[in-house]
T-cell receptor, first 114, second 111 residues
C-alpha cells in the first residue's frame, strides 16, 4: 500500500519566495494533518482537515501560511512570502478519522529558507 | 489549551540497559498514542491505549496508561541500538478531536 506521499523532499529557496508543499494522503483516509517540526518547538500541528474541510487552523503561524485541500487525494501548504524562520521539516499525515485513529506520516519536506 | 509534557528530553543509555519515558497531560485524555521517529525519519505509530490503567506490551516495549488517564509511560527492557530515536506520546482530549504531541524523548544507545 502506498503511504502518505509528500513532495518535494527537500526545498532550498531564498527568503521572499513562495513555497508550495504537496501531500497525497492514503486513499480512503478522510483526515489530513500538516505539522511543522523544529528543534526548538518540536512537532507542531498547523492545520487539519476532515473530509477536505479545514477544521482547526489555530496552529498556522500567520497569514503568510495557507493550506488547501481541493479534493480527497491532494493538499497543499503554501508560504508566501517565505522567511528564514520558516525553515523546518514539514510533515503531512493522514488518518481514517481525526482523533482516535493512528496517524500515518509522510517522509516530510525539509525546507531551508536562505 | 491541552498540554502534553514528556520527560526526560534526552536519555543516553548503554546497550542492554532499560529505558523509560514519561508523559503527562494537563487534562484527562480519552486515549493516548505513542510514536517513534528514527533520526532523519518520520513519526511512526506504535500503539494506542484507551482504558484507565491499561498495559500493553510489544516485545521489549511496555506501555502503560495511568489510572486517572492523565499520564502514560513507555518502558524498554534491555535496549538495543535499533531502539535509537525519539519517542513521542500524543494525547487526545475528551472532545476527541485533536491529537496533541508531547515534546518527545530522544533515546541514544551506546553499543
Amino acid at each position: 500500500d502506498a503511504g502518505v506521499i509528500q513532495s518535494p523532499r527537500h526545498e532550498v529557496t531564498e527568503m521572499g519566495q513562495e513555497v508550495t508543499l504537496r501531500c497525497k494522503p492514503i486513499s480512503g483516509h478522510n483526515s489530513l494533518f500538516w505539522y511543522r517540526q523544529t528543534m526548538m518547538r518540536g512537532l507542531e500541528l498547523l492545520i487539519y482537515f476532515n473530509n477536505n474541510v479545514p477544521i482547526d487552523d489555530s496552529g498556522m503561524p500567520e497569514d503568510r501560511f495557507s493550506a488547501k485541500m481541493p479534493n480527497a487525494s491532494f493538499s497543499t501548504l503554501k508560504i508566501q512570502p517565505s522567511e528564514p524562520r520558516d525553515s523546518a521539516v514539514y510533515f503531512c499525515a493522514s488518518s481514517l478519522l481525526a482523533g482516535n485513529q493512528p496517524q500515518h506520516f509522510g517522509d516530510g519536506t525539509r525546507l531551508s529558507i536562505l | 489549551g491541552q498540554q502534553v509534557m514528556q520527560i526526560p528530553q534526552y536519555q543516553h543509555v548503554q546497550e542492554g540497559e532499560d529505558f523509560t519515558t514519561y508523559c503527562n497531560s494537563s487534562t484527562t485524555l480519552s486515549n493516548i498514542q505513542w510514536y517513534k521517529q528514527r533520526p532523519g525519519g518520520h513519526p511512526v505509530f506504535l500503539i494506542q491505549l484507551v482504558k484507565s490503567g491499561e498495559v500493553k506490551k510489544q516485545k521489549r516495549l511496555t506501555f502503560q496508561f495511568g489510572e486517572a488517564k492523565k499520564n502514560s509511560s513507555l518502558h524498554i527492557t534491555a535496549t538495543q541500538t535499533t531502539d535509537v530515536g525519539t519517542y513521542f506520546c500524543a494525547g487526545i482530549n475528551n472532545a476527541g478531536n485533536m491529537l496533541t504531541f508531547g515534546g518527545g524523548t530522544r533515546l541514544m544507545v551506546k553499543p
